[in-house]
Nanobody, 116 residues
Framework: QVPLVESGGGLVQAGGSLRLSCAASGSIFSIAVMAWYRQAPGKQRELVATITTGGSTNYADSVKGRFTISRDNAKRTVYLQMNNLKPEDTAVYYC??????????WGQGTQVTVSS
C-alpha cells in the first residue's frame, strides 16, 4: 500500500490554476501536520505551505495570496489550490505528512510546469 498518493499536476499557462491532492493511506495514523514542498531543477527542496490538524496554515512568502492549502481529515487528504501561477512556480511538488508519533512520510512527487 502506497503511503501517500499525489495527483493534480500538469502543464498550465502563466496566470492559470491547478489543484493538487495528496491522500494518505490507512497505514499512516495520528496525522499531525500536512504540508507541500517543491523542488525546482538545480534548487533545494523548499517549503510551500503547512496546515495543522486544527486548520492553522503557514505559507512561503512567494506563494502568499496565490496558493491555498486545505485538508479533509475524514478523507485523510491535503490539497493545494494554486492560482495565478507563474513560470517560477515550475517544480516537482511533494506532499509531506508528519505523525504525532514522530513519523514522517513523503509523496512520490507531481510535476507542475507553468509556461510563459
Amino acid at each position: 500500500q502506497v503511503p501517500l498518493v499525489e495527483s493534480g499536476g500538469g502543464l498550465v499557462q502563466a496566470g492559470g490554476s491547478l489543484r493538487l491532492s495528496c491522500a494518505a493511506s490507512g497505514s499512516i495514523f495520528s496525522i499531525a501536520v500536512m504540508a507541500w514542498y517543491r523542488q525546482a531543477p538545480g534548487k533545494q527542496r523548499e517549503l510551500v505551505a503547512t496546515i495543522t490538524t486544527g486548520g492553522s496554515t503557514n505559507y512561503a512568502d512567494s506563494v502568499k495570496g496565490r496558493f491555498t492549502i486545505s485538508r479533509d481529515n475524514a478523507k485523510r487528504t491535503v490539497y493545494l489550490q494554486m492560482n495565478n501561477l507563474k513560470p517560477e512556480d515550475t517544480a516537482v511538488y511533494y506532499c509531506n505528512v508528519d505523525q504525532y508519533s514522530g513519523g514522517s512520510h513523503w509523496g512520490q512527487g507531481t510535476q507542475v510546469t507553468v509556461s510563459s
